[in-house]
């Protein structure tokens, strides 16, 4: 009895015609897929890649902005590298990154573990930590220039009241890196507090539970269940806020043009002045290129980090 | 014309459940298509024929409506013209007009001050010569003949006139005549020098506590040029340079520099009658703190007359007077001005008689930019204009003019004014000494000097 299924072709006869291939219901998916993906792609490589490799390539070039580029070899390199305003400007973004992302990453950690209980009225607090974030970092700048103005509210009605005298935010070296991250630690604190309430929400309340009955404390079930189960979040946190932090730019131009004295001077206002004010495009294109390799650096170092922690 | 289009029913008809795939990759792939051709056929035809031109200035809000007022007189007296005006901020208006140029999407016509014209868009080919028979003249040298003596000099090198001024500007002295009297000093007897300044401004000072509510005199702190135009101010009465005229030799700390720096920083420091740290530094009005009351004297251009508005505590309460001099004996004040250029990029021929054309009309009539904005055309004869018999303080400006000097262009002037602002401010808000800040600055000039 022949089996049933499909039956072998006898030998010497002629094959059947096969039919037309035809994709599968998930090729043509994935290929309507593609189509709907690809006008964004597109826009992508056309304003995000192809400017990217331009800046590589300009970086090779002495370049005016307003005239063609000609060829410098290494020169711009060589150039940043032996200019203090480079080194300078570099090290001011790494002071702001600092002294800004690391504060906001506790504070937010904590308001997130506050508001992560069944404190009264936590929907409100929650909007209002997370006004500052939906607000223009322009909008937020010029009305944080008023506050920090020698005659503004910070100084008049805050200090003032403590007999404390008026104090120069802004046009004093050492208060006005201060005060752009005071400005920038109220406006960023709401979104890195979404973002650990939503880390915090998705550890499972039976690991606290478990813990407690084990007879943990609170520190302890902190330090041994939420802070190595928040990981992945904490990795995101770091990664966002250090990428964020190098290249912020808008806060020192609107509040201080990078003044006084160079004092806020930070890398990305330094390469847009290099390019646009003095007209040396391709050595900002170099600062642009080195920029990008030090975030990818730092990003890769601490994705190895993290993942020689989880798995190590 | 025929284009691929959707039938309605196909979206609408009842039954149809949704819209088979193929027809609503159509529809997509057709939308621009037929919206691109609809867009076409809403122009008229009419503004097809007409040449574009596009005229970008700074902002200054006189300034502003009365380039609009005369662009629709322009319009309709060419009716074949399309004139786009757009304004600028002005923190930023020279790096959006230098990167619209770089790109290609720049201005036909644009409106440039002296010292950017000299340094940067007449060397690097930005702007072109000018064409005296588009502007209406039968020769270069009628052109130049319509102008007074230096008033074409802040855009011309080697001989070639790349714009005609749109204003032209002596830097005065304005004093708060109200703040004057109220401390017992004459409005008539005006400081000289600028040690009477400081001693002036001393009485004129009024403070609360720690904080001066009114300055005797303050100098500005907007951006780099302003600081530059201002420290200009007292280089050119005392003799000093950032650089030597052979454009290598750096001499920014030598004592004739220093000696500018030096009357900028006693004013605050010695005489105590400035503070940086209170200014305000809002460049759409940079005369702000005047025409509030909280500054009693400062450096005035005819311009800034014109933001001194109705019902402002300075409006009616002020007055200009002689610029204080190092040596009042021998008197200088510095020169500045903006002019109209054409863009080097607009070679279409149309576009370029246009342009010239729009040049032409805004240059044709001084008395109204006089009466309206503030602003001296340097034509021959704008002294005799029945607008300027009117003009506020017109015998000290008139007067003014004829010790003044543009400012010298020095080589790699952006990178070496954002030096001298950063030296400025060091020596200003941190007290580092005159002579010390210039040595550092001296350094720094050198640097930049060396680079390629």
């Known amino acids: 009895?022949?089996?049933?299924?499909?039956?072998?072709?006898?030998?010497?006869?002629?094959?059947?015609?096969?039919?037309?291939?035809?994709?599968?219901?998930?090729?043509?998916?994935?290929?309507?897929?593609?189509?709907?993906?690809?006008?964004?792609?597109?826009?992508?490589?056309?304003?995000?890649?192809?400017?990217?490799?331009?800046?590589?390539?300009?970086?090779?070039?002495?370049?005016?902005?307003?005239?063609?580029?000609k060829p410098a070899g290494l020169e711009n390199y060589r150039q940043i590298f032996s200019d203090g305003r480079f080194q300078s400007s570099l090290l001011t973004s790494v002071r702001y990154v600092l002294f800004t992302y690391v504060p906001v990453w506790v504070l937010a950690l904590l308001l997130a573990m506050g508001l992560n209980t069944r404190v009264k009225g936590r929907s409100v607090f929650r909007t209002v930590y997370f006004v500052p974030v939906v607000m223009s970092w322009v909008v937020v700048s010029v009305i944080w220039k008023l506050i920090f103005h020698r005659n503004g509210l910070l100084n008049t009605m805050f200090l003032a009241p403590l007999g404390i005298g008026p104090q120069n935010w802004l046009t004093s070296t050492d208060l006005a890196p201060t005060a752009i991250v005071m400005m920038s630690i109220w406006k960023e604190v709401g979104f890195f507090m979404v973002?650990?309430?939503?880390?915090?929400?998705?550890?499972?309340?039976?690991?606290?539970?478990?813990?407690?009955?084990?007879?943990?404390?609170?520190?302890?079930?902190?330090?041994?269940?939420?802070?190595?189960?928040?990981?992945?979040?904490?990795?995101?946190?770091?990664?966002?806020?250090?990428?964020?932090?190098?290249?912020?730019?808008?806060?020192?131009?609107?509040?201080?043009?990078?003044?006084?004295?160079?004092?806020?001077?930070?890398?990305?206002?330094?390469?847009y002045q290099t390019a646009f004010v003095f007209l040396d495009g391709g050595k900002a294109a170099a600062m642009s290129v080195v920029l990008f390799f030090i975030i990818a650096a730092i990003t890769l170092v601490q994705f190895r980090l993290y993942r020689s922690r989880a798995y190590g | 014309m025929s284009t691929d289009r959707i039938p309605l029913d196909a979206l609408t008809r009842a039954g149809a459940t949704r819209l088979p795939r193929r027809r609503f990759a159509q529809a997509l792939a057709a939308a621009p298509l037929v919206a691109g051709a609809g867009g076409r056929l809403a122009v008229p035809a009419r503004a097809q024929e007409k040449t574009q031109i596009k005229f970008w200035t700074h902002t200054h809000p006189p300034m502003v409506d009365q380039n609009k007022a005369m662009i629709a007189k322009f319009m309709e007296a060419n009716p074949d013209i399309e004139v786009s005006y757009e304004i600028i901020p002005n923190m930023n208006f020279a790096e959006k007009m230098l990167s619209s140029m770089g790109t290609g999407t720049g201005p036909d016509v644009i409106n440039m001050d002296d010292n950017q014209m000299r340094a940067t868009y007449i060397p690097r080919g930005l702007v072109q010569e000018v064409d005296p028979a588009g502007l209406g003249f039968k020769s270069m040298d009628d052109l130049k003949a319509a102008y007074i003596p230096g008033a074409l000099e802040?855009?011309?090198?080697?001989?070639?006139?790349?714009?005609?001024?749109?204003?032209?500007?002596?830097?005065?002295?304005?004093?708060?005549?109200?703040?004057?009297?109220?401390?017992?000093?004459?409005?008539?007897?005006?400081?000289?020098?600028?040690?009477?300044?400081?001693?002036?401004?001393?009485?004129?000072?009024?403070?609360?506590?720690?904080?001066?509510?009114?300055?005797?005199?303050?100098?500005?702190?907007?951006?780099?040029?302003?600081?530059?135009?201002?420290?200009?101010?007292?280089?050119?009465?005392?003799?000093?340079?950032?650089?030597?005229?052979?454009?290598?030799?750096?001499?920014?700390?030598?004592?004739?520099?220093?000696?500018?720096?030096?009357?900028?920083?006693?004013?605050?420091?010695?005489?105590?009658?400035?503070?940086p740290n209170v200014a305000s530094r809002e460049a759409t009005v940079p005369y702000q703190d005047f025409i509030d009351g909280k500054v009693a004297m400062t450096l005035m251009n005819p311009w800034g007359m014109g933001l001194v508005t109705t019902g402002t505590p300075a409006y009616g309460n002020y007055a200009i007077v002689p610029l204080p001099q190092v040596h009042p004996d021998k008197p200088v004040n510095p020169l500045y001005a903006y002019y109209w250029a054409l863009n080097a990029q607009t070679t279409d021929e149309k576009k370029k008689a246009a342009a010239f054309k729009l040049i032409a009309f805004l240059a044709s009539d001084p008395g109204a930019w006089l009466k309206n904005v503030n602003f001296i055309q340097p034509k021959q004869g704008w002294n005799d204009l029945p607008e300027a018999k009117d003009f506020p303080f017109f015998d000290v400006w008139a007067s003014e003019m004829l010790h003044g000097q543009f400012l010298p262009v020095t080589p790699k002037g952006p990178q070496i004014d954002d030096i001298m602002k950063q030296t400025i401010e060091s020596s200003v808000l941190n007290g580092v000494a005159p002579q010390e800040a210039m040595d550092t600055a001296a350094t720094q000039i050198e640097a930049v000097l060396k680079q390629a």
């Not at chain 1, 915090?200 to 404390?217: C, F, H």
């Not at chain 2, 004093?175 to 400081?191: C, H, Q, R, S, Y």
């Open chain 1, 1 to 69: 009895m022949q089996p049933t299924g499909v039956a072998a072709p006898l030998p010497g006869a002629v094959a059947a015609p096969r039919r037309r291939l035809r994709p599968s219901h998930l090729q043509q998916r994935n290929l309507w897929g593609l189509v709907f993906a690809l006008p964004a792609m597109l826009l992508f490589a056309v304003f995000a890649i192809w400017p990217i490799a331009q800046t590589f390539y300009l970086s090779f070039f002495h370049f005016s902005v307003v005239e063609p580029p």
């Open chain 2, 154 to 275: 802040g855009a011309t090198v080697d001989g070639k006139v790349y714009g005609l001024p749109s204003e032209f500007n002596v830097t005065a002295f304005a004093i708060n005549t109200a703040a004057f009297k109220e401390v017992g000093l004459d409005p008539a007897t005006p400081p000289k020098t600028w040690d009477e300044v400081g001693t002036m401004g001393q009485k004129l000072v009024v403070k609360d506590g720690d904080t001066m509510t009114r300055r005797g005199f303050d100098f500005l702190y907007l951006h780099a040029g302003w600081y530059h135009n201002q420290l200009g101010t007292l280089l050119l009465q005392t003799g000093g340079s950032y650089v030597a005229p052979d454009g290598t030799t750096v001499t920014v700390n030598q004592p004739g520099a220093v000696e500018a720096l030096q009357i900028w920083y006693d004013m605050i420091n010695k005489y105590k009658i400035a503070d």
């Open chain 1, 195 to 271: 973002v650990f309430l939503a880390g915090l929400q998705a550890i499972p309340s039976v690991y606290d539970e478990a813990a407690r009955v084990d007879g943990s404390n609170g520190w302890q079930v902190f330090r041994y269940i939420t802070l190595p189960l928040l990981q992945p979040t904490i990795l995101f946190a770091t990664v966002i806020g250090l990428i964020t932090g190098l290249q912020v730019f808008i806060p020192q131009f609107v509040m201080t043009q990078g003044g006084p004295v160079d004092a806020t001077l930070v890398l990305t206002l330094d390469i």
